[in-house]
């Protein structure tokens, strides 16, 4: 009897492991039995119930689709001019967007954090005193983000300039704002606005500046560049 009882046994092992395959290097693999409609409607199933995870399950990144180039109109001095348009990505501040072709976009790092720089690129000549600076970082919260640039902007020779009047704020993506006048290094004058605002749980600051000549060609193109932003998906 004890023998029969050791050969069951052994049998029942025998079939337990073979149950399982080895891969060619020795390591364990088990195979669910699914077909790959089956698996689809298990994946399906995992999403219900999660608003969030519904909407992008299986859904790319829009930016990833976006078309490298484009034709669009910018309004100049109350009249629509056409533009040719490059697309710009910027993986460390989590957006594209699209840059008219006379100007001209970079990036920057530091150990404070992130840039995109974009300047009046006008006639192929690049203007240093016609630019947006968008930085984010590691801070969290509006009011630290406002301190901070307007630390930077002070440490660059710019003064603030307060507003006289409430008024609204002179871009609409912008939860707070301030302005700031300064001057070139040949004396020219140069004006700005500085642009607080939030995404995704980052906080950003834009710093828009430019030389008064510049005011009605040049803002209409970065009111533009960030009306064409396209977030990439966390």
Known sequence: MKKLAWLVAAVILLAALSACTSDPDGSMETTTGTTPS??????????????????????????????????????????KE?????????????????????LLAEEASSGEGDAMLVYANFAGQKNEDAKVHIFTGTITTIEEQKA??????????FEIRERTEPSRNRFEWSESEFDIAGKSGSGETILGTVSIFQHG??????????????EEGFIPRIVKMFEDIVWHQA
């Open 38 to 79: 089956e698996s689809a409607a298990t994946n399906s199933s995992v999403t219900n119930g999660d608003p969030q995870t519904d909407e992008t399950a299986g859904t790319p990144d829009p930016w990833k689709n976006l078309p490298a180039t484009k034709t669009d109109t910018i309004e100049l001095e109350g009249m």
């Open 82 to 102: 056409s533009f040719e348009f490059t697309l710009h990505e910027s993986a460390a501040l989590g957006f594209s967007t699209y840059i008219a072709n006379d």
């Open 148 to 157: 901070f640039a307007e630390q930077v902007v002070k440490n660059s020779g």
């Open 201 to 214: 749980g980052r906080v950003y600051h834009a710093i828009v500046q430019y030389p008064v000549e510049y």
